[in-house]
C-alpha cells in the first residue's frame, strides 16, 4: 500500500510512477482527503494537549489545597469534559476519513522502481541473461502428450471429480511431483531458509496485507460461510506470519521457504494452455519469501533471485532470466525478474518463476516494522517462486525426452525418485 502522506505531500510524484504502469490517475481527491487528515490529526492533538494540561492544573491545585469540590475545580473539570467531547468527536472523524482513504489506496498498485524498464506489456521485457543450451528443432513432443503416454496424468478423470484445468497425477508422474518438492526444498533449507509448511486457507486480512485483495479477488476461491479463502500462493500466507509484528533488526533478513498447493479461478484466462501443466486451477509451489532491513532489499533481490535459478541449474534445464517493463509489473511488486524455462516442445520459453521486490508495499498494508533503537521502520519484503512444480515437471519432461518414449531425469534429481529415466508401461 501507498503512504498517504506521500499522496498529500508529492502527489505528482506517485501520479507519475502510476503512469509509468499505463495507468492515469487523478489523485487531487486523495490528496484533498489527506489533508483534511492531516488537519483533523493537528486539531486533536492540540486539544489533547490542552486537555492533559487542565487534568495537570486540576492535580495541582487540589494538591495546594484547594476544595475538590470547589466551583474553581468544577469549573476546571468541565472545561476538561468539554475538552474530550471535542477529541471524540474528532477520533470518530478521522476514523471515517483514514477508512476513506485507506480504501481508496487498497486499489493502487505499487510504484516501479527506478531500474524497471518503460513499456506497455510482455513484448517490452527485457532480457537479462541467458543460460544453457536450447534444444531446437522438429519433432520433440509437447509435455502433456508425453505425460499422458506414459500414463502420468489423467484430465478427463479430474473433470469427473472437479472441473477442467484441474489433473490427477498417477504413478511415475506422482513420484516425480513428490521428489520434485522435496528436492527444491532440501536445496534451499541448506542455504539456510526457515522450512514453512503454512496453512492452506487463508483470511482476509491475510489476502489484503499481500495485495492479492481487494483487486484480485475474482481470482481467488472463496469459501462463502467463512472469512477463508483458498491460497492463490505462500507468498499471503508468510507475508502474514508477522502481520502487526515489530521485528528486531539483529534478526533480519528473515528467509523462510515453504511448499504450499496453490489455487487460482484464473479468471479472464479462457483458451489459453488449456492442455498439461502450465496453467491450472491447482498446483504446486515452492515459495521462497524474504523480510529484509530497507538497506538491503536491492541486493537481497538479486540473491533470491540466484536462489530460484540455482534450482534450474541443478536440474540442468536452460532458462533466461527476464526484467518485466512498467507494463507487465504484478500489483505489489517495484522490480521483477520472471525466470523463463525452455520448452523444446512447445518451441518457446516459458515463466517457471517470477522474482519479485515490494520495498514496504506489503509491510505497510500489514504493519510489519523493524526497529534498531529508537528508530523504528517498515520492513521491505521480497518473493519468488523456486520453482512452480507442474512447470517444472513439463520442463523435465520436454527437454529429457527420448526417441523410444522415456524421459531421462537430471541427475541430481535421481536419489529423490530412484530411477534414472520416466519410463514407458509395460
Not at 475474482?218 to 477463508?228: G, I, M, Y
Amino acid at each position: 500500500m501507498l503512504d498517504h502522506r506521500q499522496v498529500r505531500e508529492n502527489p505528482t510524484l506517485i501520479e507519475k510512477g502510476l503512469i509509468r504502469r499505463g495507468i492515469k490517475v487523478d489523485l487531487t481527491s486523495l490528496k484533498l482527503d489527506s489533508q483534511k487528515l492531516n488537519q483533523i490529526e493537528q486539531q486533536r492533538n492540540q486539544l489533547q494537549a490542552e486537555g492533559n494540561e487542565v487534568g495537570k492544573e486540576v492535580g495541582k491545585k487540589i494538591k495546594d489545597g484547594i476544595n475538590p469540590n470547589s466551583e474553581e475545580i468544577t469549573l476546571l473539570r468541565n472545561k476538561g469534559n468539554e475538552i474530550k467531547k471535542k477529541v471524540n468527536l474528532l477520533e470518530e472523524e478521522e476514523k471515517e476519513l483514514a477508512k476513506l482513504i485507506q480504501e481508496q489506496i487498497l486499489h493502487l498498485p505499487n510504484i516501479p522502481d527506478l531500474s524497471c524498464p518503460n513499456g506497455n506489456d510482455e513484448s517490452d521485457n527485457l532480457q537479462i541473461r541467458t543460460w544453457g543450451n536450447t534444444l531446437r528443432g522438429e519433432g520433440y513432443k509437447e509435455h502433456w502428450e508425453i505425460a499422458e503416454n506414459l500414463g502420468l496424468i489423467d484430465t478427463d478423470r479430474s473433470v469427473r471429480i472437479a472441473k477442467s484445468r484441474f489433473v490427477t497425477l498417477f504413478n511415475q508422474g506422482a513420484r516425480l511431483e513428490r521428489s520434485l518438492i522435496n528436492f527444491m526444498l532440501d536445496i534451499h533449507t541448506s542455504k539456510g531458509y526457515t522450512e514453512v509448511l503454512p496453512p492452506a486457507l487463508v483470511n482476509t486480512a491475510s489476502l489484503q496485507g499481500s495485495g492479492q485483495l481487494p483487486k484480485f479477488s475474482d481470482e481467488s476461491f472463496r469459501c462463502s460461510e467463512d472469512d477463508l479463502w483458498l491460497t492463490p500462493t505462500a507468498e499471503v500466507p508468510l507475508t502474514s506470519l508477522h502481520r502487526d509484528e515489530i521485528i528486531p533488526h539483529e534478526k533480519l533478513p528473515i528467509k523462510y521457504v515453504a511448499y504450499s498447493p496453490c489455487f487460482r479461478r484464473e479468471a479472464g484466462s479462457y483458451g489459453r494452455d488449456t492442455r498439461g501443466l502450465i496453467r491450472l486451477h491447482q498446483f504446486n509451489k515452492v515459495e521462497l519469501y524474504w523480510f529484509v532491513h530497507p538497506d538491503k532489499s536491492k541486493d537481497a533481490h538479486e540473491e533470491i533471485t540466484s536462489d530460484a535459478e540455482s534450482i534450474l541449474k541443478a536440474l540442468e534445464l536452460p532458462y533466461r532470466v527476464i526484467q518485466l517493463c512498467t507494463g507487465d509489473l504484478g500489483f505489489s511488486a517495484s522490480c521483477t525478474y520472471d525466470l523463463e524455462v525452455w520448452l523444446p516442445g512447445a518451441n518457446t520459453f516459458r515463466e517457471i518463476s517470477s522474482s519479485s521486490i515490494c520495498d514496504d508495499f506489503q509491510a505497510r498494508r500489514s504493519s510489519i516494522r523493524t526497529k534498531s533503537g529508537k528508530k523504528t521502520q517498515l520492513v521491505h519484503t521480497l518473493n519468488a517462486s523456486g520453482l512452480a512444480i507442474g512447470r517444472t515437471m513439463a520442463a523435465i519432461l520436454e527437454n529429457g525426452q527420448q526417441p523410444d518414449g522415456s524421459v531421462t531425469l537430471p541427475e541430481a534429481l535421481v536419489p529423490y525418485f530412484g530411477d534414472k529415466q520416466l519410463k514407458p508401461a509395460k
